[in-house]
């Protein structure tokens, strides 16, 4: 079964920094992978994902994320953090083609705090 | 605006009382979920339906029932045999096997008191 593991529980990062989140994952066939955000006592929303292609994904607020095979990461940035980016940010992983719906597995979690 | 609606925000429960959490979406979406998150260890799942009148367990399912009676709503109850339900419960929905993104809900807080 698929698996994802998230790097840090707790990255703190200076506004205006760089801002990397590290996430690994495990699939038996190539997979799609999320980031999904989530701020205080909200749901989860969409930042970006990769599906199949460009293996450079650009989602909303200025993150993007790399899906890199050989490495099983896909990891997400953004060149300068503002404080609205603090929050906490969750890596799925599904394996398309499945016929099973329930598929997406989620990883534990990154909370971001952004100093000022 | 379309979109999931997950009710009570918060919700207080003494021990040994079951509570029902709303779950309603108008995104015309075959797929329903309820997640549990508890600091630390991401989402795991409790149930999910793929159609009306089915629905399987998920990861945790003990302590837990639910219904799909309606495409539109999913409602889950906490029973009184969950030995620790204080935690948030997110609700979630995709549009179909062919889809691979999970639309959330703001969640619910149930605390035990």
């Known amino acids: 079964a698929q698996s994802v593991t998230q790097l840090g529980s707790h990255v703190s990062v200076s506004e205006g920094a760089l801002v990397l989140l590290r996430c690994n994952y495990s699939s038996s066939v190539p997979p799609y992978l999320f980031w999904y955000v989530q701020y205080p006592n909200q749901g989860l929303q969409l930042l970006l994902k990769?599906?199949?292609?460009?293996?450079l994904v650009k989602g909303i607020n200025g993150f993007e994320a790399e899906f890199k095979k050989s490495e099983t990461s896909f990891h997400l940035t953004k060149p300068s953090a503002h404080m609205s980016d603090a929050a906490e940010y969750f890596c799925a992983v599904s394996e398309p083609g499945r016929y099973n719906n329930n598929d997406m597995r989620f990883g534990a979690g990154t909370r971001l705090t952004v100093k000022p | 605006d379309g979109g999931i609606t997950q009710s009570p925000k918060y919700l207080f429960r003494k021990e040994g009382q079951n509570v029902t959490l709303s779950c309603e979406q108008n995104l015309n979406h075959d797929a329903m979920y309820w997640y549990r998150q508890d600091p630390g260890q991401g989402l795991r799942l409790i149930y999910y339906s793929q159609i009306v009148n089915d629905f399987q367990k998920g990861d945790i399912a003990e302590g837990y029932s639910v219904s799909r009676e309606k495409k539109e709503s999913f409602p889950l109850t906490v029973t009184s045999a969950q030995k620790n339900p204080t935690a948030f419960y997110l609700c979630a929905s995709k549009a179909g096997s062919g889809a691979n993104v999970l639309t959330f809900g703001a969640g619910s807080r149930l605390t035990v008191l």
């Open positions: 990769y599906t199949t292609g460009a293996t």
